[in-house]
């Protein structure tokens, strides 16, 4: 998991709704670059938060997916590292990250009807 430790307080930092959406957009998709990038598929992201998975749904012994998961999360470290920018003239900002791992069994699905 990754989770943008500064998420919240930059939610509430004094941007029009328009800056604000540019940022998420550009937020986003550099995450989704960095995951695409390391063939780990992305099981939820919400309010600067991100959960990843190495091997579903395709289940492969001959796959490397510790050194894919520890390369994803250098690369969000990276990518968070050099900032993004906040509004069309505003400051280039880094973010710090809360970063975890875990190694084993996994399941996954979908709860309830909507």
Sequence with gaps: ???LADFQRLAARDMSPFAYVRFL???????????????????????????????????SPTSKHCSEIALTALGLRSVMCRGLQLGVHGDFVCFRLIQGIA???CAAGIIGVK
């Design 1 to 3: 998991f990754a989770d």
């Design 103 to 105: 190694s084993g069994p």
């Design 25 to 59: 957009e550009a937020f986003y998709t550099r995450i989704a670059e960095v995951l695409e990038s390391h063939k780990v598929n992305e099981i939820e992201t919400a309010a600067g938060e991100c959960l990843v998975v190495s091997g579903l749904p395709d289940r």
